[in-house]
């Protein structure tokens, strides 16, 4: 039962209960009411919330503190790459909320920020990656019965209003080559392109493949006799650091597929992998002669396709 007094000119409700979990009594009071009725108001809901189990306590934890404890789960259920797009969508959380507890985050306070993220220009796409980090590190919040409401759940991207001015003034940017250009563009990649330029291009134009897809292609994933390629795994280097690179398993499932290749593409794979053989052998040539350790004629022997 509540118990309502007054203090001064204001108000104060104090409620106890016995923590079953715990096997201990708890009392919560809050006061500054200027109103007897809304102490109590008040303190009903919280006698409402005990009952039904739906009571979440305050915590004192920072959005910061959360943050990264919510960064090392997510880590050990994802790939490195989707670890490191959240770790940079946070930092914007980090720089807005600052040192704010988790709890005092409210549904108003979590729309005026993505308000203000797109009055500074942000792009709808890179609104969009915030918002879903922001939607999994609350609702992983309340999964921990750290807040009361998931002050995300509401929350909608602002969309900029073009003028009819502005849509005037918006020329159409061409995004494909028609097939004459097409044509023209791997002749001079092939004729007057750096190595390898010409089999990239024809590769991309072919299959439709990602960058990533095309570079963490292994001859095992090329099959002459029905003049396929499998997509299986994607390329991933950050620091753009030739040396330092991961073969990560592709965006979806729905990624991992294979692909039935034009006859012309899957000759030139061909001429592709007896040039690749020429390198080897000259590369292991100079590795004996050099006297050079095993790993790096493994390194050697390792190469990628492209």
């Known amino acids: 039962m509540a118990y309502i007094r007054k203090r001064g000119n204001k108000w104060t409700y104090q409620v106890e209960w016995l923590d079953t979990v715990i096997g201990e009594r708890k009392t919560k009071s809050k006061g500054g009411f200027t109103r007897k009725t809304d102490a109590r108001i008040e303190a009903e809901e919280l006698e409402r919330e005990l009952r039904d189990g739906s009571y979440v306590e305050e915590n004192n934890i920072t959005l910061n503190d959360f943050a990264d404890e919510w960064l090392n789960f997510y880590a050990k259920n994802s790939k490195v790459s989707s670890h490191r797009g959240r770790t940079k969508e946070l930092k914007h959380f980090r720089r ?70 502005e849509i005037e003034q918006n020329v159409e940017v061409i995004k494909f080559l028609e097939k004459n250009e097409l044509i023209t563009f ?56 030739t040396k330092d690179y991961q073969l990560l398993t592709p965006k979806t499932k729905g990624s991992i597929r294979t692909i039935k290749m034009d006859k012309q593409v899957m000759s030139e794979f061909k001429k592709h992998l007896t040039h690749q053989k020429e390198i080897k052998w000259l590369l292991e040539s100079s590795i004996l002669n050099l006297g050079l350790s095993l790993q790096k004629r493994l390194i050697i022997q390792g190469i990628l396709i492209l």
């Open 96 to 165: 807005y909320f600052s040192k704010m507890k988790l709890s005092d985050v409210t549904r108003k306070h979590y729309q005026a920020f993505l308000e203000e993220l797109h009055e500074k220009g942000y792009a709808h796409n890179t609104l969009d990656g915030i918002h879903t980090t922001g939607r999994m590190l609350f609702k992983k919040a309340l999964e921990y019965n750290l807040i009361k409401t998931n002050p995300s759940e509401f929350a909608k991207i602002p969309k900029k209003i073009e003028t009819v001015e």
């Open 186 to 241: 791997l002749r001079i990649a092939k004729e007057k392109g750096l190595d390898r330029d010409f089999i990239i291009f024809l590769t991309l134009a072919y299959s439709g493949l990602r960058v990533g897809e095309m570079l963490a292609l292994k001859w095992l994933d090329v099959n002459f006799n029905s003049d396929t390629i499998r997509i299986t795994k994607t390329y991933y280097n950050p620091n753009n650091n």
